[in-house]
């Protein structure tokens, strides 16, 4: 099937971090559209937008308290109606971030359910304690327990992330309606599709213990159940069918096998899935205590998903991971050629590319000093835990340093004025000091920067059918070089990447159609951090 969300290139905003057009330290709706014009001519066909819901931002949105209501911070509805039919008038989808999983407790289904107040008694899940304990033994995702006591209630509700965020009852059948009512107001304005949080963790099965581990007990209740399923097919058939719409699940923990079942064509549950297994090739033992990247490990995995799927959702960034360049790549000596490597692996892959914001500058890992710096909510809850269990401040600060959201949330560089020219004002979180040299202005006047790089790799698989619906089969795979094939209709493409320092010497040659060096024939000599891709 050829749908539009296969061919085009996604685009994902953390609007808080994208532009700030009213000056009050918070990028909004207005500093997006301000934008709109280079994201065109940089050729990204969909955006999707972090939440901008209302919402305390005690998660930066991923709590929200009104799904039907634009929050102050980001502008008004207005602006948000004008920026979907601006991105229409460019042929530029929108896509918004769905999180159902829970809401804000500052969310008036909330605010009800814990008076007992019909119909909300039951949208979340309650329960008694024995003797003040907690309900189960489950943990948070964020560290800690999952359970906290409501006085008002005289019950614990179970939060699978922060305390201000309860988790939903999908045992309820008036909560799924309230989705799928939700649902139709935004693609009634004209959204293409849902991001869908955290959407294979909502249906809890049974609320026993969980099995005896460190982090996350409980999951096995919850992961990828029959009822989640069910919910997902519910969707699908009651809403999604009815639009042109395209679903990308956040699914965490998901084996080729389980992300299969959730996006098969046939099963019609999502379009695509986000899975994580080559974001833990440089997760060693304890993910803080050593970062060490296992390249062979991530061509393996990707190229693995690649043959499992039929189609991936391909990303090497996000809001919540680490910045590509300076995790799978080198941030110093070979910064342009490591990020542009990357950009060529990612748009060639079999799937619909996402690319985040400040990746196609080759932005870097945060340059925070102290804890007093971070913002991100989930390195406060584990930094408190860690210190809970008598880790030592520095090594506490360490760890925090190497994996905190914040890496990647610093404001976008778009100039070398003060902040980055993201704003005017005192940005909500320190802008790299690095924007002197990396930052979008430079680079767009440039025709050898990453930016351009991205713009003619983007535009590229933009006009290519064997890029956008080619089959995938590896040609040759170490630990520092992968070349594999794309075929469509006869006609084939090779690729060819190397991920080390080194020179590497391959048995492959061809005419060039693109080459983040400069030579216009490949000869077989793969140059450190060197991209090719050749007709073959
Ligand atoms: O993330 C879910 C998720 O998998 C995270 O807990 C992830 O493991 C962690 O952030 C890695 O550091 C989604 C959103 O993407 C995230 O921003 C939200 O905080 C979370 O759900 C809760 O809504």
Redesign the pocket.
Known sequence: MKAWWKERVVYQIYPRSFYDANDDGFGDLKGILAKLDVLKDLGVGILWL?PVYQSPQK??G??IADYCAIDPLFGTMEDMDRLIAEADKRDIKLVMDL?I??TSDQHPWFQQSRQRIDPYTDYYIWRDGENGNNPNNWTS??AGDAWTFDPVRQQFYLHL?TKE?PDLNYHNPAVLQEVKNLMRFWLDKGIAGFRC??INILFKTTLEDGKRQLVLKGLEHYLSQDGNHDILKELRRDVLDHYDAFTVG?T?FVTPKTARDLCDEDRKELDMVFS?EHMDADAFYIKWFKRRFRSAFFFRTLAKWQTELSWNANYFE????LRSVSRFGDDTRYWKESATMLGTLLLSLRGTPFLYQGQEIGMTNFDIVSMEGIQD??SHNVYRFLRKLHLPKRLAWRMIRR?S?DNVRTPMQWSGDPHGGFTKGTPWLKVNDNHRTINVATQRDDPDSIWSFYQRLIHLRNNNTILQHGDFQTLKLTRHVFVFQRRYEGQSLRIAVNISHKRHRIPFAGDLLLNNYTQPRFDGILEPYQAVIWKG
């Open positions: 972090s998660d930066n991923y709590d999180v999983n829970h995702f964020f992330f965020q949080d955290v956040e965490v994580f996000n809001h919540d991971q909510v989930e994996s959201r």
